[in-house]
């Protein structure tokens, strides 16, 4: 049986600038490189997902249906340059409502690697932050910090031990690669 892998993303400061709550499509930019990044990974054979907590829905300074239009200009984007992605995990609630899902949480990983047959420790978890790296090793993926974002002072301040550092997600294609 062929098992299915997957690249598990966070998404701002990870794959686009990160000014705070994104709540219009026009306020979303992808890094330079971002999208032909994705397009190597899904040319790689990895499905993608994008696992992002968005604590300004559960602070009401992000409306849900401003959010799916966020979502959706990065879908359109994804799909004129081919590249479909399985899905975008989000978290909407505050740190202090203890849910399931928020990051470092695995839920949200986990849920998704049932739901399409991945294999975990074949997978990789990307992104900027400490609760990133976190839920990677939480779910049992291999683990990628990226230094765009937050990464900087997470390699800094964090005493979590990434698998991989690397510059930004384009770097990380040549980790997924080899
Ligand atoms: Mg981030
Ligand atoms: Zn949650």
Do not use: W
Not at 90 to 114: F, T
């Amino acid at each position: 049986m062929v098992s299915n892998k997957a690249v598990f993303i966070d998404r701002d400061g990870t794959l686009n600038h990160d000014p705070g709550f994104i709540n219009r499509p026009e306020d979303f930019s992808f890094y330079e490189g971002s999208v032909k990044a994705l397009k190597d990974i899904s040319e790689l054979g990895f499905q993608i997902f994008i696992v992002t907590n968005q604590s300004g829905l559960g602070r009401g300074y992000i409306k849900e249906s401003d959010l799916a239009k966020v979502h959706d200009k990065i879908r359109v984007e994804l799909r004129k340059n081919g590249i479909n992605i399985s899905g975008i995990l989000v978290c909407p609630h505050l740190p202090e409502d203890n849910c399931l899902c928020r990051k470092p949480s695995p839920y949200m990983v986990k849920c998704a690697a049932d739901k399409h047959e991945i294999s975990l420790p074949d997978s990789f978890f990307i992104g900027d932050r400490e609760s990133d790296i976190k839920t990677g090793k939480n779910a049992g993926c291999k683990t990628i910090l990226v230094l765009t974002g937050n990464g900087r002072e997470t390699l800094r301040k964090s005493d979590i031990r990434p698998d991989f550092v690397v510059e930004d997600i384009r770097e990380a294609v040549t980790i997924l690669g080899a």
